[in-house]
């Protein structure tokens, strides 16, 4: 992105950064800027940080400044926020990654990278850019003059940029009672009748400033009051809910036209472009807003403190699930009012563990945020090492982008069955989804962190804390290095016979007739053998495999210290058998018959069944076995893959046989040896019957240590390639 000729060494493996000096300028003035290098101790509360997104350089918008007196091109994103940083009286310090680091150098790099965590935390403000506004967008600009703060006003004055500032407390109150009493002209009620008789002529704008007003409004508790006003205009009553008026066309016939909440609408779409924007996106943000001392959020000339967008979150979630929104969905955008809130919070949520010093491990981290993006792949890991608290008696893993991608995920997981001393990093769906390709060359136990996957499978691989399949008994887990094998130890149980159609949850109908089609296999095995093979009837061990034998007990902000799951009793079928009435009726399957469901019903026991069903089965398939067995496995599981229970592993795990490999000789080394009298390490001669991991699997009752209870059973190496 910029030239690096501007760039002069730092001094190595030293606490050294470099500081761009935005020079003073006028609103409409070209950018000046030079580089200077700071020690961080030296720089401390000195600077701010900016928190953006880089955009594609191939297709991103260029603009250029000048630094340390040349041209340089920079993304259009950041030549924005530093007009609106820069002052019209002095010089401003600032961080920001794509000039502050010499890209090109990934020596540099890989220690910059290992310092972010520590530039973020000495800064004295982060700015969460979002963007400039765009020109659909209404910001409030009329605002201005009765809205600045003295000092802002003072700066606009001198040329400087204008600002609107919320402050996140009581002093908001006047922002958002000058909104509630404007009247915009261009509100269609009051506007020209061009718009009434071509809708085409004039759509309703982005309300961004309403969007601030809306999420102020919730962050202070008045959240019945910002629901509302999403549902219609409270304050003209013209606007209330829907309004007929009778206009005369163009070709002078009298026609009615309905006006339904317009200033609502543009508010809704002023919240969906805001949380539209790219930002929300990226994996580097997590670490840059969790780490930040003061963090503010900023669109356009808008401004508002990150506290104020957290306790907006929270005191929604609290609404909603009090409301009990997830099936009854009865109040207006609770769909866009739950994605902000979601999002919002799991990005709060480590801001206040990390604040409150709670352990967390990289582990953890990795599935919360697994479904956001990096430019640079390796970054899924790297943009998260700042976070981690809990390294397990292992030193830091640290930043090398000397490594590729594949090595640097390899490494990952390695590092991470040394420090847990178990297999957790095996569990999840290893498989390419939404349309994405799986990084090639590495092994098939290898997580390809690069992968987008749903937030069900990020809830379900955090429900899996539930099991314990070994039993808590550890066993030698080696790497082979020549074939990059993964040798552990386990129980063989038995060959999948038979595989049920995938579950795609997309309609409760089609969630039905999967279910019905899983049924036919399971009710095919209950003729073959007399019961289910921990005793239990078949018609017991098809309802609690469907749950995983779990179920949900509510929705909690912080998912990485509690897991919101008990495990299922018989009590609990009463409340499947409700659910699965519930389906039914809502997929206008008992056409002719009745049902009555309470608010107690819906509370207590579908949403429960309901949300552990999803979890559980979502974009999996059920199989069952040679000698009985069935459960929910990987979409991609096939008959002949094999169910084995490994030492060190709360899950089962199928696997798929491959070829034979030959170590020839190559060394090996114990990522975790129980006994510690064996060796840590090695030579191999033999040739080894390998096999691909499919991916982790519930198997009703292999889940509580079963196997290893048994006297008679036979554990085994397995080598995993």
């Avoid at 700015?127 to 506004?133: A, F, R, S």
């Avoid at 003295?150 to 009581?170: C, M, S, V």
Wanted: charged share 25%.
């Amino acid at each position: 992105m910029t030239d690096h000729s501007i760039y002069t060494p730092l001094p190595k493996k030293s606490h050294s950064i470099r500081l761009l000096y935005l020079l003073c300028g006028r609103w409409q003035d070209e950018i000046y800027c030079t580089l200077g290098d700071w020690t961080i101790a030296d720089a401390q509360n000195r600077y701010v940080t900016i928190s953006y997104t880089w955009g594609n350089i191939e297709t991103t918008r260029q603009r250029f400044i000048t630094c340390n007196a040349r041209q340089i091109p920079i993304s259009d994103n950041l030549y924005t926020i530093l007009r609106r940083l820069r002052r019209p009286d002095t010089f401003v310090l600032v961080w920001a990654d794509a000039l502050c680091i010499n890209q090109s150098d990934a020596t540099e790099r890989t220690h910059q990278v290992g310092l972010m965590g520590e530039i973020y935390k000495n800064s004295y403000e982060t700015i969460i850019w979002l963007g400039e506004q765009q020109q659909d967008d209404d910001i409030g600009e009329r605002f201005a003059d009765s809205c600045m703060r003295q000092e802002d006003r003072r700066l606009a004055k001198l040329g400087g940029p204008p600002k609107i500032a919320w402050q996140g407390d009581w002093r908001d109150r006047r922002l958002r009672t000058h909104y509630m009493w404007d009247y915009e002209p261009s509100d269609p009620i009051f506007g020209h009748d061009s718009y009434f008789l071509n809708p085409e002529v004039k759509k309703p704008r982005n309300d961004i400033f309403g969007a601030f007003c809306l999420v102020q409004s919730l962050a202070h508790g008045t959240s019945s009051l910002a629901i509302d006003f999403l549902g219609v205009d409270i304050t003209k009553p013209s606007m209330y809910a829907r309004e007929e008026c009778k206009i005369i066309d163009q070709h002078g016939e009298h026609r009615n036209l309905v006006v339904q909440n317009a200033r609502s609408e543009r508010v809704r779409a002023g919240l969906q472009r805001l949380m539209s924007k790219p930002w929300w996106t990226r994996i580097w943000v997590i670490q840059e807003t969790v780490l930040a001392q003061k963090a503010t959020v900023r669109y356009g000339l808008l401004s508002a403190p990150w506290t104020m967008f957290a306790n907006a979150a929270a005191q929604f979630q609290r609404d909603h699930h009090r409301l009990c929104l997830d099936l009854a969905g009865t109040l207006p955008d609770t769909e866009l009012l739950s994605r902000f809130s979601n999002t919002v919070l799991q990005i709060d949520s480590t801001r206040r563990r990390y604040k409150d010093e709670s352990h967390t491990t990289l582990l953890s981290l990795l599935w919360k945020y697994r479904s956001l993006e990096a430019s640079d792949k390796r970054d899924k890991v790297y943009a998260l090492i700042g976070l981690t608290t809990n390294w397990q008696g292992i030193s830091p893993l640290a930043p090398n982008y000397n490594l590729d991608v594949g090595s640097t995920f390899l490494q990952t997981s390695l590092s991470t069955i040394s420090r847990s001393a178990s297999l957790s990093i095996l569990a999840g769906d290893f498989s390419a989804t939404l349309g994405r390709k799986r990084l090639k060359g590495i092994p098939s136990w290898v997580m390809d962190w690069a992968l987008p996957c749903l937030q069900l499978e990020v809830d379900r691989v955090n429900s899996l804390s539930m099991y314990n399949t070994s039993g808590g008994l550890k066993g030698p887990i080696h790497f082979h290095r020549l074939h990059t094998i993964l040798e552990v130890q386990g129980a063989y149980i038995d060959d999948v016979i038979s595989v049920g159609e995938v579950s795609r949850h997309t309609q409760i109908t089609d969630t039905l007739h999967v279910i019905r089609s899983w049924k036919l296999l399971a009710d095919q095995m209950a003729e073959r053998f007399s019961c289910y093979p921990n005793g239990a009837t078949y018609q017991t061990a098809f309802w609690r495999t469907l749950i995983g034998d779990i179920v949900h007990t509510g929705h909690l902000t912080d998912s990485d210290t509690d897991v919101p799951y008990r495990r299922a009793t018989k009590a609990d079928f009463e409340a499947y058998d409700a659910w699965r009435m519930w389906a039914r009726c809502i997929s206008r399957d008992t056409i002719g018959r009745t049902a009555t469901f309470t608010q107690r019903d819906l509370d207590e026991g579908i949403s429960a069944i309901h949300y552990a069903l999803k979890t559980v089965t979502a974009s999996r398939c059920f199989y069952v076995t040679r000698n009985g067995y069935m459960g929910i496995g990987p979409k991609s599981t096939l008959p002949g893959d094999r169910l084995y229970a490994l030492k060190g592993s709360n899950v089962p795990f199928l696997v798929r046989p491959d070829s034979l490999r030959d170590c020839a000789g190559m060394g090996w080394n114990a990522l975790v040896q129980p006994d510690l009298n064996q060796p840590a390490m090695g030579t191999c001669e033999e040739p080894h019957s390998c096999h691909r991991l499919v991916g982790d699997c519930f198997a009703y009752g292999l889940m509580d240590g079963e196997v290893f209870t048994n006297l008679g059973i036979r554990t085994r190496r397995l080598f995993l390639v």
